[in-house]
Every structure is written in structure tokens, then in C-alpha cells.
């Protein structure tokens, strides 16, 4: 009951912050006030967008240029030497296949792990349903650092140290908590009433769930999976006790081999950083729709 009612304030309370957040969107904006909004949100660009700008307009200039005082490059200081030297070295290519493989992967894995818990939990009920729910996202909240030695010894054990798989599995149990919790949050405004419906028709739950609530998940799938796969991508930590070899080093990993004890050779290492952005770019064009339509709605619900 106690549970009943805290959501129904909850409700309440994201209903009455919408409404007054649609109020104040649906104000006619004098022209002074558009202006200073324009300006803020202008100046919040700027400044997270010129440092990403610079580094990717440095990568096309040469060494000299990236050590001297000069802040705009002339003509003669572009080249594509260093994305030349960067893609023809064969540790950086392995590294990329090694990204790809395990972000690929993990990505599959947690989504279809995902969808299956998350429609588990949004459509029975069961004892410790709820107490599961927040122990998935409890594990959100712990710093990564203190299951590291655990997970280290866990893999040893089973022998999955120095591989992908093992790098895999350790992605998996990252992504798979919070990808249930954003799924379920979606599945719940799906109405059951399309179920009854389903199961008069003859459908399982398989059958449901594949022709129902997976299609009209979509977006909320396409977050968790967008979410997964820049977890997977981006992540060093993990990487870094794991993988004991270059055989199975990933590109977080990788952008060390453009620095040295005595010098880091920062036009190199700053394009290896540029084109370990591009596939996370790339992705979310094909998936923005989607991604943006998701995030708009919102798949962060309680139990």
C-alpha cells in the first residue's frame, strides 16, 4: 500500500513539474527574452563544442604547427600525414577490430538479455520482483572500482583472463542492470489490454513480446542500446586489468601507443582520439531518431 502510494506522489509530482515546464515553454517569448535564451544556450555550445572543434581541426595540421604559438593554421600546415601514419599502424587496427567485436557483442547481449528481464518484470509478478528492480540499479551507484579486484578474480578463476569473452561477459554485467531498468520504464506504457488482446488471438508471451512490445519499443531499445555501446566502446577500466596482451587490448587501451616516457606525440595520440570518435558519431546518426524520441519520453520508471 505504502509502495501504491509513494508512486501515485511521484506521478503527481512529475505530472505538476511537466505542467508547469509546458506553461512556461507555450509563453509567448518577447524578443529580449528569446535573445538571452538563444545566448545562453549559444555560449553552452561554444564552450562544449570548440575544445572537441580545435582537436579535430588540429589532427589535419602537421607537428610544427601543433608546437608553435600560432592558434589558426595557414594552408601549408594541413595534411593527412597523421591520419596516414594512425590507420597504417597495425596495433591501432587490431585494437579497432578488438573495439568493435566486443562493443558489437556486449550491445547484442544486453539487449537481448534486457528485453526478455524487462518483460519479465513489467508483465508477471512474483515475490522479490521489487527488491531485484533496485538492486539493478543499486549496482549503478556503486564506483566500478570497488568490484574491480573481485571481478578480477572471478575471471582468473574461470580463465577467461587476457580474452574477449572475458572482456565481454564483464561489459555484459555492466550494461544489463540499467538496460533492464530503461526497457521495463518502456514496457510498462505499453497497456496490458494489447496482451489480453494477443493471448484470445492464440499468441504466447514469445509471441507478444515479438510482435508487440518490441516494436513499439523501439526507441526505448535503441537508448539502451546506444547507452550499451558507448559503455562498452569508451570503457578503460575494465580493459585494463583484463587484457594482459596486445591481442585483446581495445582502443582506450590502444591511444597509449602514441606516448612514450619521454613524449607524447600529441598529433598522433589526438588523431587516434578523433577516429575512436567516429563510430559512436556514425551510430548515432543511423539511430538518432530513434535515440531523441526515446530520451524525449522518458524510460527512467520506478517498479
Known amino acids: 500500500m505504502a509502495t501504491e502510494t509513494n508512486q501515485q506522489t511521484t506521478q503527481?509530482?512529475?505530472?505538476?513539474?511537466?505542467?508547469?515546464?509546458?506553461?512556461?515553454?507555450?509563453e509567448d517569448m518577447s524578443p529580449r527574452r528569446a535573445l538571452a535564451v538563444y545566448a545562453v544556450i549559444g555560449l553552452y555550445m561554444t564552450f562544449l563544442l570548440l575544445p572537441v572543434f580545435y582537436m579535430v581541426l588540429v589532427t589535419f595540421t602537421s607537428a610544427e604547427f601543433l608546437y608553435s604559438s600560432q592558434l589558426v593554421p595557414a594552408l601549408s600546415d594541413f595534411t593527412l600525414d597523421n591520419y596516414v601514419t594512425v590507420m597504417s599502424t597495425g596495433l591501432f587496427q587490431q585494437y579497432f577490430i578488438n573495439s568493435a567485436i566486443v562493443a558489437t557483442t556486449t550491445t547484442a547481449i544486453t539487449l537481448v538479455?534486457?528485453?526478455?528481464?524487462?518483460?519479465?518484470?513489467?508483465?508477471f509478478e512474483y515475490p522479490g520482483r521489487s527488491g531485484l528492480l533496485f538492486t539493478f540499479l543499486g549496482t549503478q551507484m556503486l564506483p566500478r572500482v570497488l568490484i574491480l579486484i573481485p571481478f578480477f578474480l572471478m575471471m582468473f578463476t574461470i580463465g577467461l583472463i587476457d580474452s574477449l569473452l572475458g572482456i565481454i561477459v564483464a561489459h555484459s554485467v555492466l550494461g544489463i542492470p540499467l538496460g533492464t531498468w530503461l526497457l521495463k520504464g518502456y514496457f510498462d506504457d505499453i497497456p496490458k489490454s494489447l496482451d489480453e488482446a494477443a493471448k484470445m488471438d492464440g499468441c504466447s508471451h514469445l509471441d507478444i513480446l515479438g510482435r508487440i512490445?518490441?516494436?513499439?519499443?523501439?526507441?526505448?531499445?535503441?537508448?539502451?542500446?546506444?547507452?550499451?555501446?558507448?559503455?562498452?566502446?569508451?570503457?578503460?577500466?575494465f580493459v585494463s586489468i583484463l587484457s594482459q596482451t596486445a591481442a585483446t587490448r581495445t582502443l582506450p587501451f590502444g591511444l597509449?601507443?602514441?606516448?612514450?616516457?619521454?613524449a607524447v606525440a600529441w598529433e598522433l595520440l589526438l588523431t587516434a582520439a578523433t577516429l575512436t570518435m567516429v563510430p559512436v558519431i556514425v551510430l548515432f546518426a543511423l539511430v538518432q531518431r530513434w535515440v531523441v524520441e526515446g530520451l524525449a519520453s522518458g524510460g527512467m520508471k520506478g517498479a
Open 12 to 26: 503527481a509530482t512529475d505530472r505538476s513539474f511537466a505542467d508547469r515546464l509546458d506553461a512556461w515553454l507555450a
Open 113 to 123: 538479455v534486457g528485453v526478455l528481464a524487462a518483460y519479465s518484470l513489467s508483465r
Open 213 to 237: 512490445i518490441v516494436p513499439m519499443s523501439l526507441p526505448g531499445i535503441a537508448v539502451a542500446g546506444f547507452y550499451t555501446f558507448i559503455l562498452s566502446w569508451n570503457d578503460y577500466l
Open 256 to 262: 597509449q601507443l602514441f606516448q612514450s616516457q619521454n
